[in-house]
């Protein structure tokens, strides 16, 4: 509020009362274009989203028994390879020790295989391949060409703040529901599944990596899962998604 000029008398200030301001237009409800457009202008944009053909994660798993370490690589469109180390447990009083283990999955966009430093590589079925969720660029991006179906429920209220909310059916019938901060139009949370069997993934600590906002936290219930390395446009080959004894 300015200052009122020191030769504006009291009388004026009567005569004159200001009339009150109008008060502001409740703006539009966006809409779903503007809420995915937003959503990937705040990922660096589309073109940039695209230009990326390769992703390289590492972390660890923190609450469980036995800590994990993890290695995924993901190449377009939808070739993963991970690689999940259960590090050694030393023998305690009255318990046995647990030695490491290292198992490997991969999908190459046509066939899934799994196979561990014991066992010999296997295929995997159909809900397992499901599972590993290889899709590169997440069902947000071409969803429609990927026969997934994107609904905006507008914005709710979620773990005690506001969200814009995106209901995703994937083309084999699966739901997640997406929920982004109102501010950053960043993804805070997910819900896998609807009602009570839906299981939540919280986002947390987003950190820059070549100029691609990418969370380093992700919470499971009581499971804490935490990158540690990001590497984007990796060096890759297509024998690193076909089984093998590496």
């Known amino acids: 509020m300015r200052l009122l000029p020191l030769l504006l008398t009291a009388g004026l200030l009567q005569a004159q009362a200001p009339v009150p301001a109008a008060p502001p237009s409740p703006s539009a409800p966006l809409t779903l274009d503007q809420v995915l457009a937003k959503c990937f202008d705040a990922q660096g944009g589309l073109a940039r989203l695209k230009a990326i053909q390769a992703r390289r994660i590492q972390g660890h798993i923190e609450g469980l028994s036995q800590p994990i370490t993890f290695d995924q690589l993901n190449a377009r469109p939808d070739r993963i390879r991970l690689v999940t180390t259960l590090e050694a447990l030393p023998a305690a009083p009255g318990t046995a020790g647990v030695p490491a283990s290292t198992q490997i999955k991969t999908y190459d966009g046509k066939t899934g295989w799994a196979w561990s430093n014991t066992e010999s590589p296997r295929k995997l079925a159909p809900e397992e391949v499901q599972v590993l969720d290889a899709d590169f660029d997440g069902p947000l991006v071409d969803a429609e060409a990927k026969g997934n179906r994107i609904e905006y429920l507008g914005e709710q209220t979620f773990q ?20 982004l901060d109102p501010k950053t139009y960043l993804k805070f949370a997910q819900v896998n599944g609807e009602g009570k069997a839906g299981t939540e993934l919280d986002f947390w600590d987003y950190q820059q990596v070549q100029g691609i906002p990418i969370a380093f936290t992700v919470i499971i219930g009581p499971v804490s899962v935490r990158l540690d390395k990001v590497e984007l446009n990796p060096p890759f080959s297509d024998a690193d998604f076909r089984p093998s004894k590496k």
């Open 160 to 179: 005690n703040q506001q969200a814009l909310v995106l209901k995703v059916t994937l083309k084999d019938k699966r739901v997640q529901t997406l929920y």
